[in-house]
Each structure stands twice: as C-alpha cells, then as structure tokens.
C-alpha cells in the first residue's frame, strides 16, 4: 500500500508560507491540508499521512510516526570543503580518486555531502549526479541544493551542480551504458547505528534502508570506469562478502572499500 503524504503550512503560515505549500503540492501532485493550528503530528495522525511542511524559509519532512524533521542542510561539506581548499586530506576523495572532468554518480545521496566536495573537484567539466529513493527527500535535498541562502564561495557552486534523480540506485545502474560514470559511491545505511551521529536521525527515520545486493554491485561495476567505491560500518560484512578492498581507519567507525577497475 502506498504512503500519503500530505503538504501543509507553517503553523502561522505568511504568504511566503502559503506559496511554497502551492509549489510542492504541483511539483509533486500532493494535497494541501490547512494547519489550523494544529500540530504536525496531529495532523500526522489524523490523516495517517507523512508531513511536508513548508516555512517561512525551508521545507521540512516529517515521515508518519516520526518526530525528527528532515531538512536541508550543507552538513559537513562546508567545513570539509574549506579544509580540502587548505590542501588537508579527506577520507572520501582519497577513496574515490576523483579527477577534474570525472563523472561522479552518487547511489545513497543522503543529505548529499559527500556529492558536494565531489562536485569540488570534478569542476563545472565534470557531472555529479545523486540517486535518491525517497520522492519526498529527493524533492527537499534538489530545492536545498537550488535554493540553500549561502554566499560561501565554492559551497554554493557545488550545491548548484548536484543533480538530484528520484529513483532506485539499481533501477538506474541497470539503465546506464557501461563506463558511463568514473566513480560509482554507494553508502548504504549503516546496519550499526553510530550513537555519535545525532545529526543523521532525521535522515535514518525517513531515508530509505536499503540492504547491498549482489545485483547493484554487479551493476555498479559495469557502469563504472576507474572504481566502485563503498562505505560501511567498520564491523560490516559487505566489503568481504562483495569483494571490495577495505582500507582501514583505525580511529574512525566507519571504511571504505574500493573495487578497482
């Protein structure tokens, strides 16, 4: 049975309010509930339904039964962004090898960081695209990409050119032309729930968790140039049971894993 998800305001919606509400409800064909000053999670209730909300400066999600509300934010590409400029390291590109002009597709995009300092590197020559799932998330993350208030210079020309595909990683590899992509990145939800990682619960209450196939490594290989690249919870069995080559973080909780073209 498929999820109903509702569309509704602010709870002292403006006009501002008012219209993104009627956007979202046309972009995705969504019904408007008046808030009337009720709560989302009665209105949750009521209508047995996830909940959009739209502010006065940013769209929220709220899956049935949830509390937490998802949103857009840069999370951790503004900050890792500016070390890289630095010239320090960061795991992930080090994982992905990535190349100014490379193709970069992201399988689980998330709230789309690491798609971020991918787009840092592949430059306006190169083509970063991120595979999500969950058509509300999609929805949230392409508008926060498009629209996020920054004037940090290159956060914002890196948000601007993640192009955000609604659709199942698998369904997508298996309608790519070989080599198709440089890089494909595949971070699947942890099965280990990493208690440190708070500002990831929105994100594991409403994104979609998704076990590792043999099928969408198999796909993810064929599509990829140079490499495939995994990351996982460090006690996870993917990396022995698919055939990547772990490369051990002894300080961090979660690796990487790279199959190599």
Known sequence: MREVTIVTTAGRPDEQSLQLAKFVCHKLGLPFEPRKKRSVAKISQLLNANIIVAGKN??????????????????????????????????????????????????????????????????????????????NIAFIVQEGMNNYDVTEL???????????????????????????????????????????????????DAGSHLSLTEKWVQEAVRVARKRVVLKAHYKSSYFEMFGFKREIRLTSKFHYGVIEK
């Open 58 to 135: 940013r769209l929220e999600y709220y899956p049935k039964g949830t509390e937490n509300a998802f949103f857009f934010h840069p999370n951790s590409a503004a900050f890792r962004l500016k070390r890289i400029a630095r010239g320090e390291s960061d795991p992930f590109l080090y994982a992905c090898n990535l190349s100014p002009g490379d193709a970069y597709l992201d399988c689980t995009l998330g709230l789309g960081s690491d798609a971020i300092v991918a787009a840092f590197i592949v430059g306006e020559q190169g083509r970063v695209v991120g595979l999500e799932d969950n058509q």
């Open 154 to 204: 290159p956060l914002t020309a890196c948000m601007r050119q993640v192009e955000v595909i609604h659709t199942e990683a698998v369904d997508f590899l298996t309608n790519q032309p070989n080599h198709s992509f440089d890089v494909v990145y595949m971070d699947p939800m942890f099965e280990e729930i990493i208690e440190e990682s708070n500002n990831f619960e929105p994100l594991r």
